[in-house]
């Protein structure tokens, strides 16, 4: 079955990098995707990387993918104080058939950044 | 500007009240998507539609109901049948493409629905 485990908080100092992690139990995902959000708000897409990339940089973010161990990351180097938000890690399973156009979602890191 | 509207931002109702939550894109996108959110909980996928006049149950339909008349608009309705409906919904949508390949999912700014 699908889930994806992620862990609840975080607390960085401003200035810092933040590394949220992310694991997934589904070893046929296609794409994996990072969301933000803040408090009252949609989710706003950050970043998505490709099953058979290792690496994505995006200025301030750098996403890792460990698909032997199913394990997903996102740095966010320099972090600020606006970047205290919610973050999702969500998979798709690309063309699998049915349900392949779901998300899964995982319940969320909640990144506190102390100024 | 292109995007995803969801209105209300807030909307209180009595309990046994059916409810109908707007959600409009103008970003051309085929499918669209209902998600509630719990505090401390993740995504949870209501129905989504692929096309017009086509939709499917995602992991939580009961008391719920959507219709898809339009590309642009894909309305969701609480019912008096959904035991717990004070929630935050989050209205998505994504490109859809006949292969099935799924693309990012951009998302409305929510609807706070609270029912007493």
């Known amino acids: 079955g699908e889930d994806v485990e992620q862990s609840l908080f975080l607390s960085v100092r401003e200035g810092d990098s933040s590394v949220i992690n992310c694991t997934y139990t589904?070893?046929?995902?296609?794409?994996l995707y990072w969301y933000k959000q803040e408090p009252g708000a949609g989710l706003q897409l950050l970043t998505y990387i490709f099953s058979n990339m290792d690496m994505k940089q995006d200025q301030r973010l750098t996403v890792l993918l460990n698909k032997k161990d199913k394990h997903l990351s996102l740095r966010i180097a320099d972090t600020q104080t606006g970047d205290s938000a919610i973050y999702f890690c969500?998979?798709?399973?690309?063309?699998?058939?049915?349900?392949?156009?779901?998300?899964?979602f995982g319940k969320g890191t909640k990144l506190s950044v102390i100024p | 500007d292109g995007g995803i509207t969801q209105s209300p931002k807030y909307l209180f109702r009595k309990e046994g009240q059916n409810v109908t939550l707007s959600c409009e894109q103008n970003l051309n996108h085929d499918a669209m998507y209902w998600y509630r959110q719990d505090p401390g909980q993740g995504l949870r996928l209501i129905y989504y539609s692929q096309i017009v006049n086509d939709f499917q149950k995602g992991d939580i339909a009961e008391g719920y109901s959507v219709s898809r008349e339009k590309k642009e608009s894909f309305p969701l309705t609480v019912t008096s049948a959904q035991k717990n409906p004070t929630a935050f919904y989050l209205c998505?949508?994504?490109?859809?493409?006949?292969?099935?390949?799924?693309?990012?999912?951009?998302f409305g700014p929510g609807t706070r629905l609270t029912v007493t």
């Open positions: 998505a949508s994504s490109i859809e493409t006949t292969s099935g390949v799924t693309y990012e999912q951009y």
């Open positions: 969500a998979e798709s399973m690309g063309d699998s058939g049915a349900g392949s156009y779901q998300l899964t």
């Open positions: 589904d070893s046929s995902s296609t794409y």
